[in-house]
């Protein structure tokens, strides 16, 4: 990623034995035209992110060179994530930028305990990439 990640934004406090969701997406953005509005779009999703009931932590981040952006987060619940995702700027976003996309997005869900809370980008990275190497591409 270029330039490195956002720092990890630690919202709540978490029990090591504690299991947690954590969620990682990827967005490939098809032009660099549409980089202005997606990005104010994102600041304002990472204030709703930061108020956001459940969210335990976050961090995003991008490769400037190929218009790649990256989430990763973790959450109290699956449903904390879920009303998070269907509300707000976050909501507002899955419509605006739905035809500017050059491949579909990529989402992966996993469970870790509180105790490797932040997760690594190395991890979610790699998750990531276990993921698209096992779906069937689509046609857009």
Known sequence: MFPPPRPWSQRSAVVPAREYVAFTSAFYLRSLLRMPAFVRRAYKIMKQADAAPGMVGWSLGFNLFTLDFYTL????????????????????????????????TTFVHYKLFGRDVPPTWKDALERLRQHDATRTPRTM
Do not use: M
């Open 73 to 104: 987060s973790v959450w109290q619940d699956n449903d904390s994530l879920r009303r998070f995702v269907r509300a707000g700027e976050h909501l507002t976003s899955l419509t605006e930028f739905e035809h500017d996309l050059r491949s579909s």
